[in-house]
């Protein structure tokens, strides 16, 4: 059965501690993978896609990476208002969202 | 661009009455939509894809004749709730995916918050 993993369920950095979000995924036919960001009581914002493994995207502060079983999202020097879930979706025949990873990014 | 308007953000309504959401690509036109619902704190769950110009295909255990959906037109769809009950609370979400390759993003609405009395 597909399925997509995100880890840490919750993660509080300090104002500029870089760290990573995982998404690990065991899926048959893997078209594409999709990063998000959520606000509370707001819709998923689209950040990046990534297609191949090997395939890095960057934006401000964030880099997404991809690998044959998984995905990370580095964020480097986080602000306060990185603070959001953030969900990775994976593209087979469908679109598989994870659980998603809720950052605080504490001033 | 890409972007994705839904109406209403909240609603409040008493059991027993139908509610209807929008979801409009408001900068493309979009042949494929889909309407998610979304519990506190947990991911988003698909219920259905909607096709333009065709019928909708629902999710295993998303009940057709509750929730109604319609695509008549490439920048709109609209997901009726039927005869609300307090269950159906929830937060549903609607998102749109542009034509071409179906291996790209969707871009999502807002959300609506339903609450049913």
């Known amino acids: 059965e597909d399925q997509v993993t995100q880890s840490p369920e919750a993660l509080r950095l300090q104002e500029g501690e870089s760290s990573s979000l995982n998404c690990s995924y065991t899926v048959s036919g893997l078209r594409g993978l999709f990063w998000y960001r959520q606000d509370p009581g707001k819709g998923p914002e689209f950040l990046f896609t990534?297609?191949?493994a090997g395939e890095e995207k960057e934006k401000e502060r964030l880099k997404a990476t991809l690998t044959k079983k998984e995905s990370f999202l580095h964020i480097t020097a986080p602000k306060p208002e990185d603070s959001a879930t953030y969900l990775c979706a994976v593209q087979t025949y469908k679109y598989i969202f994870g659980t998603g990873t809720r950052l605080k990014v504490l001033a | 661009g890409a972007v994705v308007s839904q109406h209403p953000s909240w609603v409040i309504c008493k059991s027993g009455t139908s509610v209807k959401i929008e979801c409009r690509s408001l900068?493309?036109?979009?042949?494929?939509m889909f309407w998610y619902r979304q519990f506190p704190k947990q991911s988003l769950m698909l219920m259905a894809t909607s096709n333009e110009g065709s019928k909708a295909t629902y999710e295993q255990g998303v009940e057709k004749d509750k929730f109604l959906i319609n695509h008549a037109s490439l920048t709109l769809s609209t997901l009726t709730v039927t005869s609300a009950h307090p269950e159906d609370s929830s937060f549903y979400i609607c998102s749109a995916r542009a034509p071409g390759a179906w291996d790209q993003p969707q871009h999502f609405g807002d959300g609506t918050r339903l609450s049913i009395l």
């Open positions: 990534l297609y191949s």
């Open positions: 900068d493309f036109q979009a042949t494929t």
